[in-house]
């Protein structure tokens, strides 16, 4: 399929070390169609670690670039390293990203790389999406993540998306937008759309979100 060039995204995916950047690149193409299957870091067998050095260590040394296509429009995905020591593969992505994907983990909150990816992305002036990942962890603490990026970032911090049920049992979002609940099958893919959720009383439901 050709795309117009209005048509290309150019996102690249940043975190510190151990975030789920690689998770997440790897579900962006399976739900995308672009693999048949999930692979996993552990495992060996993710699309954007596929360097000997990189199945050694155990997580990203180097940007790679993978690529879906997603409605009308084709999205070029650069996972990059978290790793300070490899800064400059992260450098050389951001100079030819129009979206920045800042992922943290819902386990340990704003972690210090985040800090200073930060940094690069005002430099660049790159618009960025914040993603808080591993929702579905037995310490998840989505809340608290959040309140660490607006208080580390700034106001900017918007939230439009959160989890209804994080956890071990996390199945469904909130999409405070579109006022929508999201239901996710086991094992992925299109999600089921319900009701939003209104609170029975003034005040109960807490109204926020991953940005």
């Known amino acids: 399929m050709s795309f117009d060039s209005k048509q290309i995204r150019n996102v690249v995916l940043l975190g510190h070390s151990g975030v789920g950047?690689?998770?997440?690149?790897?579900?962006?193409?399976?739900?995308?169609?672009?693999?048949?299957?999930?692979?996993?870091?552990?495992?060996?067998?993710?699309?954007?670690?596929?360097?000997?050095?990189?199945?050694?260590?155990?997580?990203?040394?180097?940007?790679?670039?993978?690529?879906?296509?997603?409605?009308?429009?084709?999205?070029?995905?650069?996972?990059?390293?978290?790793?300070?020591?490899?800064?400059?593969?992260?450098?050389?992505?951001?100079?030819?990203?129009?979206?920045?994907?800042?992922v943290h983990n819902a386990r340990s909150g704003v972690e210090v790389g985040a800090e200073?990816?930060?940094?690069?992305?005002?430099?660049?002036?790159?618009?960025?999406?914040?993603?808080?990942?591993?929702?579905?962890?037995?310490?998840?603490?989505?809340?608290?993540?959040?309140?660490?990026?607006?208080?580390r970032f700034g106001n900017k911090v918007m939230p439009f998306q959160y989890p209804l049920n994080p956890g071990l049992g996390f199945n469904s979002i909130i999409d405070a937008l579109r006022m929508v609940m999201y239901y996710f099958p086991n094992g992925g893919g299109k999600p089921e759309k319900h009701p939003f959720p209104m609170p029975k009383k003034r005040g109960q439901m807490k109204c926020t979100a991953s940005s």
């Open 21 to 102: 950047k690689t998770t997440l690149a790897e579900a962006m193409l399976f739900e995308g169609g672009e693999i048949s299957r999930r692979g996993s870091v552990e495992e060996g067998n993710t699309v954007s670690d596929y360097t000997d050095l990189e199945h050694e260590r155990g997580g990203s040394l180097f940007a790679s670039l993978e690529h879906v296509s997603w409605k009308d429009s084709k999205i070029n995905l650069i996972d990059t390293p978290g790793l300070d020591d490899f800064i400059g593969e992260v450098v050389s992505a951001l100079r030819v990203a129009t979206t920045a994907v800042l």
């Open 116 to 151: 200073l990816l930060w940094e690069y992305i005002e430099t660049f002036d790159t618009p960025a999406i914040f993603v808080i990942n591993q929702i579905d962890h037995e310490k998840a603490d989505f809340d608290a993540t959040l309140e660490q990026a607006i208080a």
